[in-house]
C-alpha cells in the first residue's frame, strides 16, 4: 500500500493515519472540522493536502448514519480505489450503502475493537489498534481488490483482521459491549450508586465511551440486536427476583406476579424457604456448569514468509484465493531486516496442506505450522 485517505480525524481515524504513516503509507486527511483536522496533522498523521491521485484506499471515521451518504459522495468523485470505515455496527450502513446504490464492490465494512478513553485526535496513539481485532464485512459483492486493499491496511496498522457477517458482528458488539454500557449507564442514575463506597474497590465496570452522543447513535442503530439481548436479560432477572423474594423481608419483596398474595402469606419461613432455596441453587448452578465456549472450528495454519514490499501482501492473498482457498484468520509477526514478517494463514485443516504446496509453487516461503481448534476471546467471538 502507497497510499490512503483518511475522511474524519477522530481518535481511530487519526489512530489508523499515524499507524500507516509508521509504516511508510503516505497518508491523506480530510475532515469538515476545520480544527480537529489542524490537531491531527500537527501530530503528524497526514497530510491536508488533496491526493494528487486516488489513493490505495479511503478510510471512512464517521457516525454510522453518515456512512452510506459519505461513501457515495466519494465514490462518485473517484477519491480512492477502495473504502472501508470504521463505525462500531455494521449492518444498518451496510444496508443503507445499498440503498444508496454505493459501489459494493469496492467497500469493505470496518470495525476495529479498540477501546480509545476519549474522542478526538489528541487521545490518538500509533499503536491504539496493535494486537487487537478488527471486524471486516465484506458481502458477495465485494471484490477480490478491495478485500486485499483493506486486508492490508489492517495489517498494516499492526491488528489481525477477523472477516465475519455484519449481523453477526452486530449481535456480539449489542451482548458484549453496548448491553453493559447501558447497564451500567442506568444503574449510575441510582444515587446509591454515587456514594463513595461505590467508588471503592472495583474497577469501572462501564467500557470506555468518548461521548454520550455516539453511544446513542450506536444504541439506535443497533436496536434489534440490543432489545433481543434486553429480553433475554429481563426474563433472567424475573426468575432471580422470584428465586429471592422468599429470603427478603417482607417490606422489601417486590410484587413479581409469582403468588396471589394469599397461600403464600399463610406458609411459614421455612415451608417458603426450601423449595426457593433449592430453586435458587438451580438457577445458580444453570451458569456454573454452563459449557466453556466450544471452539469456533479446527483450523491448519499455514506460515509463509512475506517481504517488505508494496503490494505484496495483497499479492498473497490474491494467490490464495486463485487456491480457491478462504482465509478463516491472519495473524501478522513482524520480522527484522527487509521482511514483513510471517503471515499466518487460518485455514480448514483439510486445505492446509495443500494451499502451503500450492503457494510454495508459487514461489512463496510457505510452510504448514500446525493444525488446532481455536477458542475465541469475547471480543474474537467475531470469528
Known amino acids: 500500500m502507497r497510499s490512503a485517505l483518511i475522511v474524519g480525524t477522530g481518535c481511530v481515524g487519526t489512530s489508523v493515519a499515524l499507524a500507516l504513516r509508521a509504516a511508510g503509507v503516505t497518508v491523506h486527511l480530510a475532515d469538515g472540522d476545520r480544527n480537529a483536522l489542524r490537531v491531527a496533522v500537527s501530530l503528524g498523521a497526514g ?15 464517521v457516525p454510522p448514519d453518515d456512512v452510506a451518504p459519505t461513501l457515495g459522495r466519494l465514490q462518485k468523485t473517484g477519491a480512492a480505489r477502495s473504502y472501508t470505515d470504521v463505525a462500531g455496527i455494521k449492518l444498518r450502513p451496510q444496508r443503507e450503502a445499498l440503498r444508496a446504490s454505493c459501489d459494493m464492490t469496492r467497500y469493505v465494512g470496518g470495525h476495529p475493537m479498540a477501546e480509545p478513553e476519549h474522542a478526538g485526535a489528541l487521545a490518538a496513539r500509533e499503536d491504539l489498534l496493535r494486537d487487537r481485532p ?12 478491495a478485500l486485499n486493499d483493506v486486508l492490508e491496511l489492517v495489517t498494516l496498522c499492526g491488528a ?31 444515587a446509591t450508586a454515587r456514594h463513595p463506597l461505590a467508588d471503592r474497590g472495583l474497577p469501572p465496570a462501564r467500557p470506555a465511551s468518548p461521548a454520550p452522543e455516539p453511544w446513542g447513535a450506536l ?19 424475573h426468575e432471580a427476583m422470584a428465586a ?9 419483596r417486590p410484587r413479581t406476579g409469582t403468588g396471589t398474595g394469599t397461600e403464600a402469606e399463610t406458609e411459614t419461613d421455612a415451608e417458603r424457604a426450601a423449595p426457593a432455596l433449592r430453586r435458587l441453587h438451580a438457577l445458580l ?6 459449557p466453556a465456549p466450544t471452539p469456533v472450528r479446527a483450523v491448519g495454519t499455514v506460515a509463509v514468509a512475506v517481504r517488505d514490499a508494496p503490494g505484496e501482501l495483497a499479492r498473497l492473498f490474491a494467490d490464495v484465493a486463485a487456491e ?5 484468520d491472519v ?12 503471515a499466518e494463514l487460518l485455514v480448514g485443516p483439510a486445505r492446509a496442506a495443500e494451499l502451503a504446496a500450492a503457494l510454495r509453487a508459487r514461489g512463496w516461503p510457505a510452510r504448514l505450522a500446525r493444525s488446532a481448534p481455536v477458542r475465541p476471546d469475547p471480543l474474537k467471538e467475531l470469528t
Open 160 to 190: 489481525t483482521p477477523v472477516l465475519v457477517d455484519a449481523a453477526r458482528h452486530d449481535d456480539i458488539v449489542a451482548r458484549t459491549i453496548q448491553l453493559p454500557y447501558l447497564l451500567q449507564e442506568l444503574m449510575s442514575e441510582d
Open 285 to 290: 448452578a444453570r451458569g456454573a456448569e454452563r
Open 134 to 145: 478488527w471486524a471486516l464485512t465484506p458481502t458477495e459483492a465485494t471484490g477480490t481488490r
Open 47 to 61: 497530510s491536508a493536502a488533496p491526493p494528487a491521485a486516488p489513493p490505495d484506499v479511503a478510510v471512512l471515521d
Open 331 to 342: 495473524a501478522i509477526e513482524h520480522g527484522p531486516d527487509h521482511l514483513l514478517g510471517t
Open 324 to 328: 480457491g482457498v478462504s482465509v478463516r
Open 244 to 252: 429471592l423474594e422468599p429470603f427478603a423481608s417482607a417490606e422489601a
Open 219 to 237: 444504541l439506535a442503530g443497533n436496536a434489534d440486536a440490543v432489545l433481543r439481548h434486553l429480553g433475554a436479560l429481563d426474563a433472567g432477572i
